[in-house]
């Protein structure tokens, strides 16, 4: 990494890497199905009878691969331009891509960018996990909370991961995958730059959400109001 390299530019980096790891495993993967296709009309024990469904299955399983590598292809192609760059993408809905990076760096200014920790400035939040990014601006946010992801393997329990979630007023989600005392820290953080936030879970908020979300994102923005107010 350069010394001189800005906050921005590491989360460039980093999204970079993780897509790249991403995008090379896929693409192996792609290769193995398009060489079982290729050769599954000669492995076929169950086609000695009709040998021309053999290779017709291989020619079929070949063509999934082939247009799996070409979805690869085009999503990296994509992601060389400026309209399909992921961070622009994010930094989009907050207006010119550029001008937000600058807004960001400006923030983050002294600051290493490192994935799978939850950068929380002012006026931001930037997170990223492997090839995926989330950049929200905190006064966008209006939910917060940590949840316990259990997971399963042919429905037996396999063990549980936690994740930070965040919702946005534009009704958007954010999972950021973490260790517990991490996501509790990142709370912490948020909790202290929109203190107008709920930041936790219950089962009335979530239903009041999934019921009626315009009225969840009134009643923080009352709170909201209130909070500046009082620090006036």
Request: with cysteine; charged share 20%.
């Amino acid at each position: 990494m350069s010394a001189a390299e800005g906050f921005v530019d590491g989360m460039r980096r980093v999204a970079r890497r993780g897509f790249r790891r991403s995008a090379i495993i896929q693409g192996f993967l792609a290769l193995v199905v398009i060489g079982y296709g290729s050769a599954f009309g000669a492995i076929c024990e169950d086609c000695n009878a009709r040998p021309w469904m053999g290779w017709l299955f291989g020619v079929c399983i070949a063509a999934a691969g082939l247009a799996w590598g070409v979805f690869i292809l085009r999503g990296v192609l994509k992601r060389r331009t400026p309209e399909g760059n992921p961070l622009n993408l994010q930094f989009a809905p907050y207006g010119d891509p550029i001008a937000v990076a600058e807004q960001i760096d400006r923030e983050f200014a002294g600051e290493t960018f490192r994935p799978r920790h939850v950068h929380v400035a002012r006026s931001w939040v930037c997170f990223s996990f492997k090839a995926h990014v989330m950049v929200r601006r905190v006064d966008a946010l209006v939910w917060a909370y940590i949840e316990t992801v259990k997971h399963r393997w042919n429905g037996i329990p396999v063990g549980t991961t936690t994740q930070l979630m965040v919702w946005s007023r534009d009704r958007r989600s954010a999972a950021m995958p973490l260790k517990k005392q991490a996501a509790e820290q990142a709370l912490l953080e948020l909790r202290a730059a929109a203190p107008w936030m709920p930041c936790g879970y219950s089962e009335a908020m979530n239903q009041t959400w999934n019921d009626d979300s315009a009225e969840f994102i009134a009643l923080v923005d009352e709170s909201r109001v209130k909070s500046v107010a009082d620090l006036k």
